[in-house]
């Protein structure tokens, strides 16, 4: 299948994946939901105002809307539907849009002209941290290199409740966090600018689904309720985490920020990259086994971008398919107190660290605390991420022919105010 929009082969928008997200015109201000093919961001307000999508007797503010909750509320059999009706529209098969330039005028635009919203209200968020060599690298790192994970991580997918508030769109700027941490040769905690500032390498879900509360989501079906994905850069400041994590978990350390790419992947188009997780040993307990394939081969890539240069350092090449817990664990585990899930909240993986240190997740392991500097391109050295510093993360799925992508999530660090 191809599409008669021209389309890169190294493109992440090709006709297989039809993500979906919140574009916004430079020129007008005017926003709208859209989806993107190729270089193309595809208006799909005016494809159903000028009847394309008519069938489905969706009502026209569903598209006109600052987010797609709305959307993902019309269900998964409708949103998935009119995502195989988009395909139609725009494979080579199909001649009703290809041969209309009026039309056409309408609803492609050129992605340059569009800036892209953050596409989900986000009510909830969730942070796993279900990568096992993550969890092994900080609890050699921070505890014993011996019993570097804890008794229970092989038994729960651990999680905590994050802060919705400050997850941002791909190109959202912000300012170095500020804060109370403890030095070690220091006998009282000083405040200033943190650090130790380091990004997450993280996937995250969004549901798009409700349940009430009491209900409990079963693994097998789990996949009913998640809409999609994005990418998701879980920023963190390690020296106030160090200092403000006992007894109850990471606090301000994790919640000044996090960037997320700016298109829903659905879990349709990710579908033919499952691939089998590690064998979870011991046995996991029964409201937590799975049927099938339920990791995700997905190919995942850090950079750093210096005030100045022009050339990124790649400091990661992970995978989402290291994931020790599926989503279909973290969400049946999520829910199996009752606790009621609603329609776009966000559930971040935890940071994707493979087993090789090219792929480690974070500064924090791929230097090792800051014990093994790594070199960029113009000479300077990291530890951290300095202030002025550009972080890129990238992600893509690809088979022989079919490519789906997320494109970036992108933030620069301005100096603390
Ligand atoms: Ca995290």
Redesign the pocket.
């Known amino acids: 299948m191809t599409s008669w929009i021209q389309t890169a082969k190294d493109s992440d928008f090709s006709i297989f994946n039809i993500p979906f997200g919140i574009a916004q015109l430079k020129n007008s201000l005017k926003y709208f939901v859209a989806t993107r093919i190729g270089d193309y961001v595809i208006n799909l307000s005016e494809i159903n105002r000028l009847g394309y999508l008519s069938h489905f007797n969706i009502s026209q503010p569903v598209f006109d809307a600052r987010f797609l909750n709305d959307f993902i509320a019309l269900g998964k059999p409708v949103t998935s539907q009119v995502r195989n009706e988009l395909i139609n529209i725009f494979s080579d098969s199909n001649g009703n849009l290809a041969q209309n330039t009026l039309h056409q005028s309408l609803v492609m635009l050129a992605h340059h002209e569009v800036n892209m919203l953050m596409p989900v209200k986000v009510g909830n968020y969730t942070?796993f941290?279900s990568s096992i060599q993550h969890a092994t690298n900080v609890g050699s790192m921070f505890r014993d290199p011996k019993n570097a994970l804890l008794p229970n991580y092989r038994h729960i997918p651990i999680g905590y409740h994050g802060r919705a508030s400050s997850i941002t769109v791909s190109g959202t700027n912000f300012h170095r966090p500020k804060g109370q941490t403890k030095p070690a040769d220091v006998e009282t905690p000083v405040f200033g600018p943190c650090k130790q500032l380091d990004f997450?390498l993280?996937m995250a879900f969004i549901t798009g689904k409700a349940t009430n509360l009491g209900e409990t989501i079963t693994t097998d079906k789990a996949g009913e309720f998640i809409f999609g994905m994005v990418l998701f850069n879980?920023w963190?400041a390690r020296d106030i985490q160090t200092w403000e994590y006992v007894p109850l978990g990471p606090f301000l350390s994790?919640s000044f920020c996090s960037t997320i790419s700016p298109w829903v992947v659905t879990l349709e188009a990710l579908e033919p990259f499952r691939v089998a997780g590690e064998k979870q040993t011991p046995p996991v307990l029964p409201y937590l086994e799975f049927q099938g394939n339920l990791n995700i081969d997905i190919q995942l890539s850090v950079s750093i971008l210096a005030e100045g240069s022009d050339q990124e350092k790649q400091v990661s090449n992970s995978n989402y398919k290291y994931m020790y817990w599926n989503m279909n664990q973290q969400l049946a585990h999520h829910s199996v107190n009752g606790c009621n899930i609603e329609i776009g909240d966000m559930y971040?993986s935890?940071?994707i660290s493979g087993n090789d240190p090219s792929a480690y997740g974070s500064m924090l392991e791929i230097t090792w605390r800051g014990t093994k500097p790594i070199a960029m391109p113009d000479g300077s050295e990291r530890k951290f991420i300095h202030d002025k510093d550009t972080v890129i993360m990238r992600a893509f799925a690809q088979t022989n022919s079919i490519r789906v992508g997320f494109g970036e999530a992108r933030a620069k660090v301005l100096p603390a105010l």
């Open positions: 942070d941290y997450e993280e879980d963190s994790k971040a935890g940071t």
